[in-house]
C-alpha cells in the first residue's frame, strides 16, 4: 500500500554533495544525453538522487523524461557506464522512478535556455 508523503516530506531523497566523488560523477552524469532531447539527462533533470558510500558505492536515482521513453531499458546502463570510469568509484547502483513524476520544471535554467524555454 503506497501512502501519500506528509506535508514537509522530501520527495526526493537528498544526494552526497559534499563527497569529494560528487563533482566528478555529476560530470559524468552530464556526458549522458536523451537522444531525443540535445541537453544532457543532469540538467534535464532526470538525476534525483546521487549517493556515495565512503568506499566509493555510488547509487543513482533517476528518471525518464516520460514512463515509455524508447531508451528506458538503456539509459540507466548509459548512466552506469558512465560514472563507472570516474576513478574512485567502486560500484554504481541505477535505480529508475517515476516519483516524483519528471517535469520541465525541473530542468536547471542552461537547459531551458538550450531548448528555447527562456
Given at each position: 500500500?503506497?501512502?501519500?508523503?506528509?506535508?514537509?516530506?522530501?520527495?526526493?531523497?537528498?544526494?552526497?554533495?559534499?563527497?569529494?566523488?560528487?563533482?566528478?560523477?555529476?560530470?559524468?552524469?552530464?556526458?549522458?544525453?536523451?537522444?531525443?532531447?540535445?541537453?544532457?539527462?543532469?540538467?534535464?533533470?532526470?538525476?534525483?538522487?546521487?549517493?556515495?558510500?565512503?568506499?566509493?558505492?555510488?547509487?543513482?536515482?533517476?528518471?525518464?523524461?516520460?514512463?515509455?521513453?524508447?531508451?528506458?531499458?538503456?539509459?540507466?546502463?548509459?548512466?552506469?557506464?558512465?560514472?563507472?570510469?570516474?576513478?574512485?568509484?567502486?560500484s554504481v547502483e541505477v535505480e529508475?522512478?517515476?516519483?516524483?513524476?519528471?517535469?520541465?520544471?525541473?530542468?536547471?535554467?542552461e537547459a531551458r535556455l538550450e531548448?528555447?524555454?527562456?
Open positions: 500500500m503506497s501512502t501519500a508523503p506528509n506535508e514537509g516530506d522530501l520527495l526526493i531523497k537528498p544526494s552526497s554533495t559534499e563527497h569529494d566523488l560528487y563533482e566528478p560523477i555529476v560530470e559524468a552524469c552530464k556526458s549522458v544525453y536523451d537522444p531525443e532531447i540535445p541537453v544532457n539527462i543532469f540538467d534535464l533533470g532526470l538525476i534525483y538522487t546521487i549517493t556515495i558510500s565512503d568506499a566509493g558505492e555510488v547509487d543513482v536515482i533517476m528518471t525518464l523524461t516520460a514512463p515509455g521513453c524508447p531508451v528506458a531499458g538503456e539509459m540507466p546502463g548509459w548512466v552506469a557506464d558512465a560514472i563507472s570510469a570516474v576513478p574512485g568509484v567502486q529508475m522512478t517515476f516519483d516524483p513524476q519528471w517535469g520541465m520544471d525541473m530542468m536547471s535554467d531548448l528555447g524555454f527562456m
